[in-house]
């Protein structure tokens, strides 16, 4: 279940129940909160409408591997998701859902800042 914080209360509410059969690992809200992607602990990737609940979109990783971070661009055309295995992939969510683009990346290629 996906619960919600109403800042002004501080009090939470239940939202709706996210259809997943494992812990979901990530989370994002698109630009205006209209849609919601969540992946899961089996390389599942989910994409829904708030308002309706309706599925927008399904992708699975290759390998099932967990889902621990998820991104919409910048003009809401594709998905960036990373995974458990270090792998970063984009997602058409215009053409066909399919998968654009995978990288490995491991935590050597990755600059940290160290302030």
Same mark, same amino acid.
């Given at each position: 279940? %996906? $619960?919600?914080? @109403?800042?002004?209360?501080? =009090?939470?509410?239940?939202? &709706?129940?996210?259809? *997943?059969? +494992?812990?979901?690992?990530? %989370?994002? $809200? @698109? +630009? @205006?909160?209209?849609?919601?992607? &969540?992946? !899961?602990? #089996?390389?599942?990737?989910?994409?829904? !409408?708030?308002?309706? =609940?309706?599925?927008?979109? @399904?992708?699975?990783v290759p390998k099932n591997h967990d889902v621990?971070?998820?991104?919409f661009s910048f003009d809401e055309t594709v998905?960036?998701? *990373?995974? /458990? !295995?270090?792998? %970063?992939?984009?997602?058409?969510?215009?053409?066909? +859902?399919?998968?654009?683009? #995978?990288?490995?990346? /491991?935590?050597?290629?990755?600059?940290?800042?160290?302030?």
């Open positions: 279940m %996906l $619960f919600g914080w @109403n800042l002004r209360s501080m =009090q939470s509410k239940p939202t &709706f129940i996210l259809p *997943v059969l +494992h812990p979901v690992k990530a %989370l994002a $809200f @698109n +630009h @205006n909160g209209q849609l919601l992607a &969540f992946g !899961d602990s #089996e390389g599942s990737i989910k994409i829904l !409408d708030v308002r309706s =609940q309706a599925s927008v979109a @399904n992708w699975s621990l971070g998820l991104s998905m960036t998701s *990373v995974t /458990s !295995d270090g792998k %970063l992939a984009q997602w058409s969510l215009r053409s066909g +859902h399919a998968m654009l683009s #995978e990288c490995s990346a /491991s935590s050597k290629d990755i600059p940290i800042d160290p302030r």
